[in-house]
């Protein structure tokens, strides 16, 4: 197996699961069934530095939500499928549109779900709260639990193994 460094220097994409990634998992509704969910902004920032380097983000969900395909526009994320019980075929189709291979692409994910996805990708990832079925699929486990800076934790990581991390912090220093 190669080192998931330089697994990181080859993606081209980054494949999300929402809840239990993007969010702790929780769901929240009001008294008129109205979901409520909560997103950690560092990752947001996270997810926009990588499309400032080029990374395209993408999103797979076995849910459908408002406040998921809301945030997901907030982003410019255009590659969101929602209600996707089958991920696999999701993948199928990010892989069309994108025109990258499977090792061009990583994938965070935190349960079953995700298994169709996680053991194809170049780059497998699992955020430390993840079930631990899906561990023995991954290459690597965050140390930040999904929707508490685990999307950010990756995001860094990849910059960081193709070199563009410097020259996004100067950006940001030089305003």
Request: charged share 25%; proline share 2%; hydrophobic share 45%.
């Amino acid at each position: 197996m190669q080192d998931r460094t330089e697994k990181a220097k080859k993606i081209k994409v980054l494949i999300l699961d929402v809840d239990g990634v993007l969010t702790d998992g929780k769901l929240y509704f009001d008294q008129q069934g109205e979901e409520y969910k909560s997103f950690n902004v560092r990752d947001g920032l996270g997810i926009k530095l990588l499309q400032k380097s080029g990374i395209k983000v993408a999103i797979i969900s076995g849910r459908g939500s408002k406040p998921v395909a809301l945030r997901m526009e907030m982003l410019g994320i255009d590659l969101v499928y929602l209600e996707q019980l089958d991920k696999g075929v999701a993948l199928q189709d990010i892989m069309l549109k994108t025109g990258c291979a499977l090792e061009q692409m990583a994938h965070v994910g935190d349960d079953l779900i995700d298994l169709p996805v996680l053991t194809q990708v170049g780059l497998a990832i699992a955020v430390q709260d993840a079930n631990e079925q899906i561990l023995p699929y991954v290459d690597w486990q965050t140390r930040q639990v999904g929707g508490l800076g685990a999307v950010r934790e990756v995001c860094d990581f990849i910059l960081q193994a193709q070199g563009k991390m410097s020259a996004l912090v100067e950006s940001y220093k030089a305003g």
